[in-house]
């Protein structure tokens, strides 16, 4: 099932119907409003006339995804080259889906806007991303951006009613609670780490000067550590918080875009965005 994007969804069906796709769109929008689901579908409907979520095996569609290394380098670009210029076997286009591409490399970039230069004729190229802004403006320019809106409260509630039988009351709140965001009300609901990651970043907030050192210390020397992660866990604490501020929180959102442009001293920056607060 595909939440929302009704007008979006509506004008996939028309373009696959009619063969009207041009060679590339990003996908932009906050983590967790059905980027990638819509992609997916769009590639089964290419095949089988259903617009649905499939995780089964399609024979015109590659999905690309970062490496271990939270990366997306040369050497996957040329994948994508080797697959958009061979000939569909079912569908009318050969389809790539590129999940999280803020994480494509320079070289990588470079690499797709080639590609984008001298199109396949059936080859259509999806780029996920949270903000096209993420990506060179070189590489933008080539491509059509369509823009995922958050969805509306009501519609996130009645989808955890009735996918996952809860209460009218739980589901309304985790709704408000990821601002219509249905992958991030889904982790809110049955998602134990992220729990553990609202509490740190909740902790976090609360912690004095002397207590935040030595908790950031621990924290960010952990292995997992992702600091875009907790920093979007810092901005649903403060956006849940009765006496929120509205400029640390656009901080916050701030600090987590730099962090997708820059590699930052995790410890340092968390420590200079409450200290900025004060």
């Given at each position: ?103 494509l490399t320079s070289e990588?970039?470079?690499s797709l806007l080639k ?164």
């Amino acid at each position: 099932m595909i939440l929302g994007h009704k007008h979006l969804i509506a004008d996939f069906k028309k373009m696959a119907d009619e063969t009207l796709f041009g060679h590339g769109y990003i996908f932009f929008g906050q983590e967790g409003v059905g980027k990638f689901l819509t992609a997916r579908a769009l590639a089964n409907y290419l095949e089988t006339k259903n617009f649905v979520w499939s995780d089964g095996a399609l024979s015109d569609v590659l999905v690309i995804e970062p490496d271990e290394k939270s990366s997306i380098g040369i050497d996957k670009t040329r994948e994508i080259s080797g697959y958009l210029y061979q000939r569909p076997i079912i569908s009318k286009y050969r389809t790539v889906i590129v999940n999280n591409a803020e994480t494509l490399t320079s070289e990588a970039q470079n690499s797709l806007l080639k590609i984008s230069e001298e199109p396949p004729v059936a080859g259509l190229l999806i780029l996920i991303v949270r903000d096209p802004e993420l990506l060179r403006e070189t590489l933008v320019s080539r491509f059509n951006k369509l823009f995922f809106s958050n969805l509306s409260i009501n519609e996130v509630t009645d989808w955890l009613v009735k996918e996952y039988n809860i209460s009218v009351v739980k589901a309304g709140g985790l709704a408000r609670e990821s601002f219509g965001r249905p992958g991030l009300a889904l982790k809110l609901f049955k998602d134990e780490d992220y729990k553990e990651l609202l509490k740190s970043a909740k902790k976090f907030l609360k912690l004095g000067d002397s207590e935040r050192k030595d908790f950031l210390k621990n924290l960010t020397g952990e292995v997992a550590f992702n600091l875009e992660e907790f920093l979007d866990a810092v901005a649903v604490n403060i956006a849940l918080s009765e006496k929120r501020s509205f400029d640390l929180w656009h901080r916050t959102l701030q600090l987590k875009k730099e962090a997708s442009y820059f590699n930052l001293n995790p410890r340092v920056q968390l420590q200079a965005l409450l200290e900025s607060s004060k």
